[in-house]
């Protein structure tokens, strides 16, 4: 076998923004396959990175050998014209041999390539995994189909949903457990949360039955896909209409290096699809009373309008009132005052020039530069210009450079969206930003 | 041996919402035993699922063999009434071997039949563990002493306190230890924190001299004991004055499936025992400025009297005032802006009424059900009806279940909090709660 | 080879509070030493306890050759004098064969005798490290070129930057690890975050491009350090005007065990270097809405200034008012609540006085004495007398030295700071802090 890194990712796609799991069979439709064959037309900013028709939650127990039918002919039908991958996810139950005997049918059927569907399938959901060794049986299962059907050994990607204690922890060995020989654990791809049922599993109560954070399982989901390979995905926002909370929970996710999320719907998508790439324009944000306030750009005027902080200009200069008190300013303080209260949220183009600019100074043998960022910040009738600089060095544009990664993965990947990135961004951006990076 | 599972609980509580401490012995009383003889007398909400007789911090040191004396008598004599569990603490030190020798000596006194405490006796409490080689140690004297006095082997439940970060780290292997065939760590029972030594042992300092939150090695414990199949229970809350500071540390634990808490007075007792039980009322609460303040429930009506949030009529709609600014909103928007702003806690009685639901349509074969929550919400003086749809399906059934679970355990195992149950949730309630929850 | 215990710390220092990293070849200077010649020279409160010549990202690739030469010349010539210990960082890469194989050249290099400089050095930096075997490639090195050179086995410390989520898990079996036969790895001394490379491994986005806070890093770093008894140490903080943000993030480490942390100027030293010794003056703190104000000490006089909390004395009473609205107390109500909000922040002197009367009743028999802390607070005109007891017991005792054992060790290992420390504490709390917590 030959040497393999297992901090190099193996599959085609290095990033997964989206996760959107479609029922498979619904009851009491004409066509039980309407959900999945509606979701197999996604195209855009609609269709998702990775799309999951769900054979297990999201279908009801009676209706899952009826949903492996529908997979096969959607996927066999439409699966080749499917801007995103495709991954099925199946029954498993770290404590029911039966379900696991069933998933391996469900496979079995699925992968069979006279069925036409594998071919434009990516590789399997795992749900309800529970330690390694549990891991290791679905693998197992997974190359037993690949060996019967005349598929690659290792060639289906296998993603597993972290819903145990016992899975989170296993996350802590895989590194050590991939590269063992008796198994094609190699074929792992995504890790993703299910914050459901790991609440139950944790026996987690909170008064209004809304699900718990769980910020260290999303750390070690993130730590344990970074550590081995993979690709880190949070689990469903159960509540739709609350488009701004699910945006507040990827900026805290990407935060955490978790960088996918699940959709339960095309809205859903959309969303997520756009939340970890760079916003289309650069923003302020002023710091009053420990919130982040974005401020009003008007004509390159950044305003701030709301009333928990107050500017006076007064004969001897300035004063500056917010709920903590007032304080006299002169020019000079207030400079320095809003300088610390302010932040400058780069917009695409702002990271493309920056990492221009870096390269360019590179070449020329210099190995750090000041960036600089001005703005005039408006309020109470008050104008104050502030500037500031900040060092990149090789580390800075290293760092800076996992949007654009991320942003080239997608271009690279998903042509069905070039027209949107266009409109978004702009023809010159997104070529700029697919050719910076190279250094 | 037969093969279990362990996420499988062994012991006869699944929960343990109470792990109460006493002196064993104290200095210049009449009788030294007076802490424990009183602790042995507890009854109904002021008794403790778990009663530990502490022979360790709590006792000083040159008491610690009378201690074991007053053990034996307080135990043999009433022992057999108590209503909770008796795991007493024994002296351990991961780095002494002189206190983990007289720690055995301990055990062989405390557990000898003559001397008529074992029988009363669930198991022990071992303080300061170190690495799993370390609870081994403490595993193999349990298993000498079960020996040596013709115990069954593996009879004495063992809990340990973690308060090292090699302890932290050991529970992470726990589950895989549990299994090896040279230990008996299936009598493992309880992962209890302890925050000061755990302070002491990572070295870290606050201004104040307060115990930090440690939210991480709280997630671990919690992780550990739902991958091991045991019962995680967090550290004494020492400022006994500070009951709402208790409840919020308790509620943030819950949302971490740390269910089970240390109580250093039978009024710590009484707060910890109800505190992972559903309320005996609903209530309603509204986000104002990030806080969520409880409504005032007024014959139905949900009534906000704060001065952070306004809300008037106009002749073309509503103006809602908060400290971020005014807006004015149209009779839909006003609605939809209260239903993002409100939340429901619900009552025991509401949480038996949506599984008795849920369960009736599972019966008749839908899957998922909408549930229905709607208040008049009143701030001043203009009135405002809502109504939420939330919709449940098996994995949202299956999570609400953990508080009802627990009352379970509760109800079977306290009969002599039945009568306290009752009066706070009424029979019919409790009867209910009882019954659901086996579909 | 004789026993050890790992949670023994087998290096001169127990604590290092700063780690001071300067750049060994500065291009385009007629001194390319110049940064690390003048860092040679730092003393007292200006000089770190861990100096580190940082041949790696400090420093160009291309100058990394001759910044091994100045490394050698400097502290051949300067080491002597230099009152912290001196761990040069060196190239490592847990994905690059060919940086390793410089690191080791550059190692056997500075470690030659015969170039004068490996006896003033007390160890190496290695950055970049991966999973456990990547750690042991470097110990592997250091053996060798200790048995080259003619050194004592393991007479050189190592000490690890943890900037990859491989090296993050890798933390968890250290303390297992260290004790192989095969290894050397008893010679590790520092775990130092890097989290800019963190951040980038683990592909962490924010909108700012600031980094992430990586709470959850920096407890794994302090408990894999408290396990195996090392050290921990915070990476940089890159905002060197942000002076309040700088004290902020070291409360907070404090708070995690992690006491440690890396500084890019001599201002960051000073400030670093007193963080963790406990302040040369109490403070009192009022909750104010959530907040913690420091009150204004006026001849013993607690004053509150603000305008979110106010105090009015009615006939009947008083009247307390907030942003929550307005509450009417009686003096004892009053009391009670003022005794709720506020915190008291002791000095050294405060700590030592309650050590040194703990100690006195521990010899005296007694286990647990009340400590009054009394205070007049002043808010709008009013004057209210609080008197506060907290009990302390040998936990709390041992709990509260952590700061004093780390004053001890910094005034054992630094006699250029003893003028600095005397002039900040005087000259008898000093004396008295060296002596106390012997018992």
């Not at 290095?14 to 309407?34: H, I, L, M, N, Y």
């Not at 792992?188 to 699900?211: Q, S």
């Not at 998508?269 to 002023?286: D, F, I, M, Y």
């Not at 207030?334 to 400058?344: A, G, M, P």
């Amino acid at each position: 076998m030959a040497a393999r890194k297992h901090d190099e990712r193996l599959h085609d796609r290095q990033f997964v923004r989206t996760f959107f799991t479609s029922p498979t069979a619904v009851k009491g439709e004409d066509d039980s396959a309407k959900m999945i064959r509606s979701a197999s037309g996604l195209r855009g900013m609609q269709a998702p990175d990775v799309w999951v028709p769900d054979n297990e939650d999201a279908t009801a127990p009676s209706m899952r050998d009826e949903g492996v039918e529908n997979i096969i002919e959607v996927v066999a039908e439409n699966g080749a014209d499917f801007p995103g991958e495709i991954h099925p996810r199946i029954v498993w139950h770290r404590d029911s041999p039966a379900t696991r005997h069933r998933g391996l049918n469900h496979l079995f059927e699925i992968a069979d390539p006279e069925n036409g569907a594998i071919s434009h399938i990516d590789g399997f959901v795992i749900p309800e995994v529970g330690d390694i060794d549990d891991w290791k049986k679905a693998d197992e299962f997974l190359t037993i189909v690949e060996k019967e059907h005349g598929l690659e050994e290792g060639s289906i990607a296998m993603s597993v949903i972290i819903e145990s204690a016992a899975a989170e922890l296993a996350m802590g060995s895989l590194r050590a457990e991939i590269s063992k020989p008796s198994n094609n654990l190699e074929r792992l791809f995504m890790l993703v949360i299910g914050e459901v049922d790991y609440t139950k599993d944790m026996r987690a109560i909170t008064p209004t039955g809304d699900l718990p954070s769980w910020p260290e399982v999303r750390h070690n989901t993130s730590r344990g896909a970074s550590a081995a390979g993979l690709i880190s995905v949070d689990g469903p926002y159960d509540d739709i209409r609350d488009v701004d909370g699910y945006r507040e929970r990827m900026t805290d996710n990407q935060a955490k290096g978790l960088l996918g999320i699940w959709s339960l719907t095309p809205g859903q998508v959309v969303e997520a699809n756009r939340s970890p790439l760079p916003p289309e324009t650069g923003s302020w944000l002023l710091d009053v009373g420990g919130y982040q306030v974005e401020l009003d750009d008007e004509d390159g005027v950044q305003a701030y309008y709301g009333d928990r902080l107050s500017l006076e200009e007064t004969a001897s200069g300035y004063v500056l009132r917010d709920s903590s008190g007032e304080r006299e300013l002169d020019a000079e303080e207030l400079h320095e005052e809003l300088l610390d209260r302010t932040e400058y949220i780069p917009s695409m183009g702002d990271i493309v020039d920056s990492m221009e600019e870096f390269e360019a100074a590179k070449e020329a043998g210099t190995g750090a530069i000041a960036m600089e960022r001005s703005a005039t910040i408006h309020i109470d009738g008050v104008d104050v210009d502030i500037s500031n600089d900040r060092m990149w060095d090789e580390a800075t544009y290293q760092a800076a450079q996992t949007p654009i990664t991320l942003f080239k993965d997608v271009y690279e990947h998903r042509p069905d969206q070039h027209e949107e990135l266009a409109e978004m961004y702009s023809e010159d951006v997104v070529e700029r930003a697919t050719n910076v990076g190279k250094a």
